[in-house]
């Protein structure tokens, strides 16, 4: 069982919006410890999307938006497109661990 | 281009070991914290290793109950993972990964290498 809690998967048609959630608790996410997300697509490395809870690398469209509130994150895409079908994941620091910790992925579907 | 590049991964029997090896090009290495961060088949990542920038604190993942070290020599731009006394639940692709500057996320990722650990 993760630290981090995700959906194990959501889907949305073309054009629509979907969000996936990432609930922790107060030894990280609620600690005040940055959220970051990941996209990955089958044989590949993840890829970083949104770092420090709301900041996109250059590249990544801003279709792709990130939110914290609590202990808990959410990562929001809109105009859902047949190339976002992949794994997504969560990603923060655990203070009772002293490491970082990932959660389980979402899967999304492109319907 | 910023690029990782990581080898020494492969088959080995569970108690053995292993030296895996992260070649870091078009960034200034001795700059950022890296991690060893390892994925299993169908799971989720899952991180290992952390080293600052000047080697001067290491951390790891407490369910590898010591049996891994990380090292990094700057001037060669090279980051390790020593592996002992593996075992079959180490089986994944290993990661080595930049860690951006500023917040712990993981900004650069290798294309990873796999180890195999079965009898």
């Known amino acids: 069982q993760s630290v981090l809690t995700q959906p194990p998967s959501v889907s949305g048609a073309p054009g629509q919006r979907v969000t996936i959630s990432c609930t922790g608790s107060s030894s990280n996410i609620g600690a005040g410890y940055d959220v970051h997300w990941y996209q990955q697509l089958p044989g590949r490395a993840p890829k970083l999307l949104i770092f420090?809870?709301?900041n996109r690398p250059s590249g990544v469209p801003d279709r792709f938006s990130g939110s914290k509130s609590g202990i808990s994150a959410s990562l929001a895409i809109t105009g859902l497109q047949a190339e976002d079908e992949a794994d997504y994941y969560c990603h923060s620091f655990d203070n009772s661990l002293s490491g970082s910790v990932f959660g389980g992925g979402t899967e999304l579907t492109v319907l | 281009e910023v690029q990782l590049v990581e080898s020494g991964g492969g088959f080995v029997h569970p108690g053995g070991s292993l030296r895996l090896s992260c070649v870091a090009s078009?960034?200034?290495?001795?700059?950022?914290?890296m991690n060893w961060v390892r994925q299993a088949p169908g799971k989720e990542p899952e991180w290992v290793s952390y080293?600052?920038?000047?080697?001067?604190?290491?951390h790891y993942a407490g369910s590898l109950e010591g049996r891994f070290t990380i090292s990094r020599d700057n001037v060669n731009y090279l980051l390790s993972l020593e592996m002992n006394s593996l075992r079959d639940d180490d089986t994944a692709v290993y990661y080595c990964?930049?860690?951006?500057?500023?917040?712990?996320?993981?900004?650069?990722w290798g294309q990873g290498t796999v180890v195999t650990v079965s009898s």
């Open positions: 990964v930049r860690e951006t500057i500023g917040t712990n996320g993981f900004d650069v």
């Open positions: 420090g809870n709301t």
């Open positions: 080293i600052d920038s000047a080697s001067r604190a290491t």
């Open positions: 078009g960034f200034p290495f001795s700059d950022y914290s």
